[in-house]
């Protein structure tokens, strides 16, 4: 079965504050749109009691979030005490129902295989686009939602019109999770995707892990790496959390002069440029040009 990493969610309290954090970075959000659910595809639709937007690239995005209506029945609840910032993790697969009933059979907890919906109104082509998916419960994942989803309707949400940013981000390529004890957690996930892990030698740690997915990883590491790799916003970051993320930039000067702009504060380390989680809604974000290398030791 292969595994993509289809999106990241930022969750806010307000879905308006995520969005100018967001442009301040150079990012060219999508309109808001309420989520909703179906019993089956086009069936009746309820909401989700959730808004949302996106930073739409072209095999990836990131989703801006607000919860509407809290409670604790929500799909997000058990996570959004520990405050604004990087609460789900998609991943993208077109065997959802295979990947629900293995984990099942592992006795993973997870939700039935559902459907989502939301209007797209942005771009040459309308309508409402359709999902199914399904979610680990809290327990197996308590550093934020991991999801399993299929897009139904991929040419309705990946529009080129909605992927031009001015920071010239391309792909989300890596999720940074941080961890006391990253190979155990690493192991846990692998349990859930189904991939094996590998130790990340180039950071000369036996500590650090990561999952592959297709056109990206997952990380897992303990706050010494993510000294080397994040330099100080690593000192704003806790573990047991989705910490940070990677994007792949065309042209590192534009996104350079973009957070200049915006008076965004950052830093270079490693030829990557750092935003610290104050400044880009609760997880650092490292902007890169080219492929995902970890940096050598200074």
């Not at 442009?23 to 999508?30: E, H, I, K």
């Not at 809290?138 to 992927?163: D, I, K, S």
């Not at 001015?166 to 189904?194: D, K, M, Q, W």
């Not at 990561?210 to 330099?231: C, I, K, V």
Request: proline share 4%; hydrophobic share 45%; with cysteine.
């Amino acid at each position: 079965m292969t595994l993509s990493l289809d999106h990241l969610g930022f969750v806010g309290g307000s879905l308006e504050a995520l969005q100018r954090a967001m442009r301040r970075l150079g990012f060219a959000p999508t309109e808001a749109r309420e989520l909703g659910a179906t019993a089956a595809a086009g069936g009746a639709v309820r909401s989700l009691q959730q808004r949302s937007c996106h930073l739409v690239f072209e095999s990836s995005y990131i989703e801006l979030t607000e919860v509407t209506q809290t409670g604790p029945d929500h799909h997000l609840a058990p996570w959004l005490a520990s405050g604004d910032g990087l609460k789900i993790l998609a991943l993208g697969t077109d065997a959802v129902e295979a990947a629900q009933a293995r984990c099942a059979a592992r006795q993973i907890e997870c939700s039935a295989v559902a459907h989502a919906t939301r209007q797209i109104d942005y771009g040459r082509l309308h309508g409402a686009a359709r999902f199914t998916w399904f979610m680990a419960r809290a327990r197996e994942t308590p550093e934020g939602l991991l999801c399993f989803v299929r897009n139904e309707t991929p040419e309705l949400v990946y529009q080129t019109e909605v992927m031009r940013h001015p920071n010239t981000a391309l792909a989300v390529t890596e999720l940074v999770i941080a961890s006391a004890e990253p190979v155990a957690t690493a192991l846990r996930y692998a349990r859930l995707l189904g991939v094996a892990p590998l130790a990340d030698a180039a950071l000369q740690s036996s500590q650090t892990t990561r999952l592959e997915l297709a056109g990206g990883q997952l990380t897992f590491t303990d706050p010494a790496d993510l000294g080397r790799r994040f330099g100080p916003a690593a000192g704003r970051i806790a573990a047991e959390q989705f910490a940070a993320l990677t994007i792949q930039v065309a042209d590192l000067d534009t996104t350079e002069r973009i957070l200049d702009a915006g008076a965004v504060a950052f830093h270079r380390h490693h030829d990557q440029l750092i935003v610290s989680p104050q400044d880009a809604a609760g997880a650092a974000i490292a902007f890169r040009q080219g492929a995902l290398v970890y940096p050598a030791e200074p």
